[in-house]
C-alpha cells in the first residue's frame, strides 16, 4: 500500500492543500487505485516553502499545486508503483 501525505499546515493551507488531497483522492479514485494508494493528511512536513508539500511513503518532500498535479501523480505515484 502506498501512502501520499499532504501538508495541511499554514503555509500549505493558504496555497491550496485542501484542493491537492481533493485532487489526489479523485485521481486514485477515477483510476481504481484505492487498494493499493491511501491520501491523507499531515499536518507539516517541515518544508514550508516547498507549500503545497507532498511526500510518497516517507519518500522526500515535493512541491504540488493544482498546476501539475496529474503530472506529479503520473510521475511520482504511478511511476514508482
Known amino acids: 500500500m502506498k501512502t501520499i501525505e499532504v501538508c495541511i499546515g499554514s503555509a500549505c493551507h493558504l496555497k491550496g492543500a485542501y484542493n491537492i488531497v481533493n485532487g489526489l483522492q479523485k485521481l486514485v479514485d477515477e483510476r481504481n487505485l484505492k487498494d493499493e494508494i491511501i491520501v491523507k493528511a ?3 512536513l517541515g518544508e514550508c516553502t516547498k507549500a ?4 510518497i511513503d516517507n519518500g522526500p518532500v515535493i512541491s504540488v499545486d493544482d498546476k501539475n498535479i496529474e ?4 510521475r511520482n505515484v504511478l511511476g514508482r508503483k
Open 71 to 74: 503530472e506529479y501523480f503520473e
Open 52 to 55: 503545497v508539500s507532498t511526500r
Open 42 to 44: 499531515a499536518f507539516c
